[in-house]
């Protein structure tokens, strides 16, 4: 490990989609070598299971994070993979027999409970469990996959001359007003936080929808990891407990959590349950982790008509 690595107890990232032409690989390999943590969440689709008949896409700096990971298995991280919509393959116990000995260590659930350093506990699972097109009508996600490739690629071709800037920045701020606009974001984390209610958790860590967000409410806090697709953000909690959601191409968000508050939060939670409280009100604070590229946006739309 490289001594620039900043030492830090928790990563969590999702949505890197290996195999995808799309992924921002290198992106995500920078940020990974960048730290050595003691643990590292992978909460879902981390590879593009998708991909594997039509469309895969393999560089070498897929490889180059696979190594990694294993490197950092055998200096003692913990490594746990929540499986998501792409990478469901790994909810089969006869796949999971056909893992690599290198990573036999790694802790593959549904879920996790992850308690932070100030002792929050955070539910952590993808989140495809919870939205109802892939639960009750996947065929709907599939059918629009191709929709979305297409959408990207206009993107990218947009920005193909613009050094240093997010070739996809414009793709996730349309995609984040349409979901907006149906109230599909207000639902997800309504729904996911009940669950994290019931499994006696004051938060919730998830990833599926490709909006990195910090939303505080008054009795729960809710993370999405984002993406390496069209946002390159993660979840870093460093030593001093301090929990920031980082951006390759935005402004980071950073959450101080505190035990006291925990405790305050934990009685409040216990004396409701009322889904309606997540939708977005004026006493939430929320990081948009979509800031900024309506300008590119504007592009796009410009272009296509």
């Not at 893992?99 to 802790?107: M, W």
């Not at 967000?213 to 806090?221: C, Q």
Request: aromatic share 12%.
């Amino acid at each position: 490990m490289a001594s620039a690595a900043t030492s830090v107890r928790t990563l969590l990232i999702s949505d890197v989609h290996l195999g995808c032409k799309h992924a921002q690989v290198k992106a995500c390999l920078d940020f990974l070598q960048s730290y050595q943590p003691e643990q590292i969440y992978l909460v879902g689709d981390f590879i593009d299971g998708w991909k594997c008949n039509k469309g895969w896409h393999w560089p070498d700096e897929c490889n180059q994070i696979l190594n990694h990971l294993e490197q950092l298995i055998r200096e003692g991280t913990e490594v746990f993979y929540v499986p998501g919509n792409h990478d469901a393959f790994l909810r089969n116990a006869d796949y999971l027999r056909m893992i690599p000995e290198a990573f036999s260590q790694v802790k593959i659930a549904d879920e996790f409970v992850f308690e932070t350093l100030q002792g929050w506990r955070l539910l952590i699972t993808h989140g495809d469990l919870f939205d109802f097109f892939e639960t009750r009508a996947q065929w709907v996600s599939r059918a629009t996959a191709g929709v979305y490739d297409f959408v990207l690629s206009l993107n990218r071709w947009v920005n193909r001359r613009r050094v240093g800037s997010n070739p996809y920045g414009a793709c996730a701020f349309l995609k984040d007003r349409v979901k907006r606009g149906v109230r599909f974001i207000s639902s997800f984390e309504a729904s996911i936080m009940q669950h994290a209610r019931q499994r006696r958790c004051e938060g919730v860590v998830c990833g599926h929808i490709h909006t990195p967000a910090i939303v505080r409410r008054k009795d729960s806090i809710y993370f999405n990891t984002g993406d390496w697709v069209e946002n390159c953000t993660g979840l870093v909690e460093h030593h001093d407990g301090t929990i920031r959601l980082e951006s390759t191409y935005g402004t980071p968000q950073t959450l101080q959590l505190n035990p006291h508050e925990r405790l305050a939060m934990r009685t409040r939670s216990a004396s409701t349950d009322d889904r309606s409280d997540w939708y977005y009100g004026s006493d939430a604070e929320r990081f948009d982790g979509n800031a900024g590229v309506e300008s590119e946006f504007e592009k796009v739309r410009q272009i296509a008509g």
